[in-house]
């Protein structure tokens, strides 16, 4: 008796890691993970799976031997399927409470937004395989949304998910003890042979002797995801509701969303009175972590980056496949392993693309910079190194070949004017234009947070409107773009996602004293560039005689003659003379003409 508990018990195990193998492939589109990952992950998987069958087949026997009555294969295969479905289900919700119990003990972080080695740092890995592929972790503590309840229906949703095939699989195995009742073929699916084949062939599939077509590198994983020895980067991120200011006038978005760092003080709301979109940087090579953190009042909230492939691990919505969004104090885990080629430098939009671009239309969105591998990153102002590494302006020292200067500029739209929430700073709806290319909302379009819509106002100026009383929207300074004449350049542009198209473009005369000398023919930064939504491009100097040819003040704006009046425009301002809150590039000492 003991022997066929045995023999029934491996063989359905067997069965189970077949079907997590190919559900794994079934919701991912094929995988290539090595073998020797896998298979540690499955052994782990086996180790649960084999005594919860033993059980299940004890439970079931004992069972049969009170009733005291002969039970036909139909009976038996339900009966020890039932007891299979209770027992794993204590073994899943007891794993989901102990990993939430070890959860309250967070492993040592990196410093944030700073690169470490990749061996010394915990990626975050669950470390079990069990239904991995079809149900997130949701045994965080507490105060991260991952209540008891949560956790508990955790365990019971891997045991549903891993009870289908149970019945058939038993209902098969039984039968195959009586020959007369299936032919012999339907007897070969069964033997152990088969499934032993069919685990080695799932294993093999797509493993580590899969060769990648002409010019793909293979991608290697390690139990965190990312390429053992990569840099490993780390930021905590998260959703907000806040107030954005528009401009000096106190025109303002009341119901914004924003993406921060997360930080111990001050409040996120609290941080930046005049904020700009979540710019995060990372170089090519590394493994980017990023730990989002959804701290909406209501609703979901995801954090996606454009692009780039990301494990995510965490208490995600989605049904059977791992979601990328999470309830209101929820959090989630994106582990991306960074290319290593250097094309893949450039920018890539972080966006919510929840609900059709509406969160995007009221500030959700960002973007992530991946710079040359080695660079480092220094505060455009001070020329100290930036702490976090985050920032739409920075100087970028990279080890082998020319430092730059670096700005990225985020072109976004509030919507259409029955649905852009734009306000004075008395609360009042702006009111809408009428121009040549139809009805738009001033304030409607920026950059970077910023517009300075052109129309008339009642106030005269800013700061007449500073003289009012009961005015509810905070100030802005206006967007400047700031760089020393001659010094290499990377524009980062990127369009934020929603349904507006838009043109950046940059004259080539200065706004205050008329034209300058002309650009270099087929300069980047003279011609208009289309962008489509998700869209991201870099303009960069090519070296003498490219912009600028001269200091001066230069206008940034969209082509699209309503977005540029309502709001899509601002100053590059080019010195030829140090200035007190611009540092210099590596080496380099601004000199000549005074600057503007």
Same mark, same amino acid.
């Given at each position: 008796?003991?022997?066929?508990?045995?023999?029934?018990?491996?063989?359905?195990?067997?069965?189970?890691?077949?079907?997590?193998?190919?559900?794994?492939?079934?919701?991912?589109?094929?995988?290539?993970?090595?073998? =020797?990952?896998?298979?540690?992950?499955?052994?782990?998987?086996?180790?649960?799976?084999?005594?919860?069958?033993?059980?299940?087949?004890?439970?079931?026997?004992?069972?049969?031997?009170?009733?005291?009555?002969?039970?036909?294969?139909?009976?038996?295969?339900?009966?020890?399927?039932?007891?299979?479905?209770?027992?794993?289900?204590?073994?899943?919700?007891?794993?989901?409470?102990?990993?939430?119990?070890?959860?309250?003990?967070?492993?040592?972080?990196?410093?944030?937004?700073?690169?470490?080695?990749?061996?010394?740092?915990?990626?975050?890995?669950?470390?079990?395989?069990?239904?991995?592929?079809?149900?997130?972790?949701?045994?965080?503590?507490?105060?991260?949304?991952?209540?008891?309840?949560?956790?508990?229906?955790?365990?019971?949703?891997?045991?549903?998910?891993?009870?289908?095939?149970?019945?058939?699989?038993?209902?098969?195995?039984?039968?195959?003890?009586?020959?007369?009742?299936?032919?012999?073929?339907?007897?070969?699916?069964?033997?152990?042979?088969?499934?032993?084949?069919?685990?080695?062939?799932?294993?093999?599939?797509?493993?580590?002797?899969?060769?990648?077509?002409?010019?793909?590198?293979?991608?290697? #994983?390690?139990?965190?995801?990312?390429?053992?020895?990569?840099?490993?980067?780390?930021?905590?991120?998260?959703?907000?509701?806040?107030?954005?200011?528009?401009?000096?006038?106190?025109?303002?978005?009341?119901?914004?969303?924003?993406?921060?760092? #997360?930080?111990?003080?001050?409040?996120?709301? =609290?941080?930046?009175?005049?904020?700009?979109?979540?710019?995060?940087?990372?170089?090519?090579?590394?493994?980017?972590?990023?730990?989002?953190?959804?701290?909406?009042?209501?609703?979901?909230?995801?954090?996606?980056?454009?692009?780039?492939?990301?494990?995510?691990?965490?208490?995600?919505?989605?049904?059977?496949?791992?979601?990328?969004?999470?309830?209101?104090?929820?959090?989630?885990?994106?582990?991306?392993?960074?290319?290593?080629?250097?094309?893949?430098?450039?920018?890539?939009?972080?966006?919510?693309?929840?609900?059709?671009?509406?969160?995007?239309?009221?500030?959700?969105?960002?973007?992530?910079?991946?710079?040359?591998?080695?660079?480092?990153?220094?505060?455009?102002?001070?020329?100290?190194?930036?702490?976090?590494?985050?920032?739409?302006?920075?100087?970028?020292?990279?080890?082998?070949?020319?430092?730059?200067?670096?700005?990225?500029?985020?072109?976004?739209?509030?919507?259409?004017?029955?649905?852009?929430?734009?306000?004075?700073?008395?609360?009042?709806?702006?009111?809408?234009?009428?121009?040549?290319?139809?009805?738009?909302?001033?304030?409607?379009?920026?950059?970077?947070?910023?517009?300075?819509?052109?129309?008339?106002?009642?106030?005269?100026?800013?700061?007449?409107?500073?003289?009012?009383?009961?005015?509810?929207?905070?100030?802005?300074?206006?967007?400047?773009?700031?760089?020393?004449?001659?010094?290499?350049?990377?524009?980062?542009?990127?369009?934020?996602?929603?349904? #507006?198209?838009?043109?950046?473009?940059?004259?080539?005369?200065?706004?205050?004293?008329?034209?300058?000398?002309?650009?270099?023919?087929?300069?980047?930064?003279?011609?208009?560039?289309?962008?489509?939504?998700?869209?991201?491009?870099?303009?960069?100097?090519?070296?003498?005689?490219?912009?600028?040819?001269?200091?001066?003040?230069?206008?940034?704006?969209?082509?699209?003659?309503?977005?540029?009046?309502?709001?899509?425009?601002?100053?590059?301002?080019?010195?030829?003379?140090?200035?007190?809150?611009?540092?210099?590039?590596?080496?380099?000492?601004?000199?000549?003409?005074?600057?503007?």
């Amino acid at each position: 008796m003991a022997r066929r508990w045995w023999v029934l018990a491996v063989l359905l195990t067997l069965g189970l890691l077949g079907w997590e193998l190919g559900l794994l492939w079934l919701l991912s589109g094929g995988f290539d993970t090595r073998a =020797e990952v896998l298979g540690a992950r499955l052994a782990w998987d086996a180790a649960l799976l084999l005594p919860v069958a033993l059980v299940a087949s004890g439970c079931a026997h004992l069972l049969a031997r009170r009733a005291g009555q002969t039970r036909t294969t139909l009976e038996a295969a339900t009966t020890l399927s039932l007891c299979f479905l209770l027992v794993l289900t204590v073994v899943t919700t007891g794993r989901g409470l102990l990993q939430r119990q070890l959860a309250r003990t967070p492993a040592p972080a990196a410093p944030e937004g700073q690169p470490v080695s990749a061996t010394d740092q915990d990626v975050g890995d669950e470390g079990r395989f069990l239904c991995a592929a079809v149900a997130p972790d949701l045994s965080l503590p507490e105060e991260e949304g991952g209540s008891v309840a949560e956790t508990a229906w955790a365990g019971v949703r891997d045991a549903l998910v891993l009870q289908v095939p149970v019945f058939p699989l038993l209902l098969l195995l039984l039968l195959r003890r009586r020959p007369g009742r299936i032919p012999s073929s339907a007897r070969a699916v069964v033997s152990p042979l088969s499934w032993v084949v069919m685990l080695g062939v799932s294993c093999a599939w797509q493993s580590d002797d899969r060769r990648p077509p002409p010019g793909e590198q293979p991608v290697q #994983e390690w139990e965190g995801g990312c390429a053992p020895g990569a840099p490993v980067r780390t930021y905590a991120v998260a959703a907000i509701s806040a107030s954005l200011p528009l401009n000096a006038h106190g025109d303002h978005v009341p119901q914004g969303l924003r993406y921060v760092l #997360e930080e111990d003080s001050p409040a996120p709301q =609290e941080r930046e009175q005049a904020p700009h979109p979540l710019v995060l940087r990372a170089n090519v090579g590394e493994c980017l972590v990023l730990h989002f953190t959804n701290r909406l009042a209501q609703g979901p909230a995801a954090l996606r980056i454009e692009g780039l492939r990301a494990t995510v691990r965490g208490a995600g919505q989605g049904g059977f496949v791992p979601g990328t969004s999470v309830a209101p104090g929820q959090r989630l885990t994106y582990v991306l392993p960074l290319p290593e080629s250097p094309e893949a430098e450039g920018a890539y939009l972080l966006h919510d693309s929840e609900d059709g671009g509406e969160r995007e239309a009221r500030g959700l969105f960002g973007a992530l910079l991946l710079e040359p591998a080695g660079a480092v990153y220094r505060s455009a102002s001070t020329g100290e190194p930036l702490r976090d590494g985050s920032g739409w302006e920075a100087l970028i020292d990279v080890p082998t070949g020319q430092d730059f200067r670096e700005m990225a500029l985020l072109y976004h739209a509030m919507g259409p004017p029955e649905v852009a929430d734009v306000r004075s700073a008395r609360g009042a709806l702006l009111p809408v234009q009428d121009e040549m290319a139809g009805p738009f909302r001033p304030g409607a379009f920026g950059l970077n947070y910023r517009s300075q819509p052109s129309f008339e106002r009642q106030e005269d100026s800013p700061e007449d409107e500073e003289q009012r009383p009961s005015t509810v929207g905070a100030r802005a300074p206006p967007l400047r773009l700031r760089s020393y004449l001659g010094e290499p350049i990377k524009l980062r542009v990127v369009h934020a996602g929603s349904a #507006e198209f838009h043109v950046h473009h940059l004259h080539a005369w200065d706004r205050r004293r008329g034209p300058r000398e002309k650009q270099a023919p087929g300069s980047p930064f003279e011609a208009p560039q289309l962008l489509s939504p998700g869209r991201a491009l870099t303009l960069a100097t090519a070296g003498a005689g490219d912009f600028p040819t001269a200091a001066g003040d230069f206008l940034v704006h969209c082509h699209v003659p309503n977005h540029s009046a309502g709001g899509e425009q601002h100053t590059w301002r080019v010195f030829a003379a140090p200035q007190p809150d611009l540092a210099p590039l590596t080496g380099q000492t601004p000199s000549g003409v005074s600057g503007p």
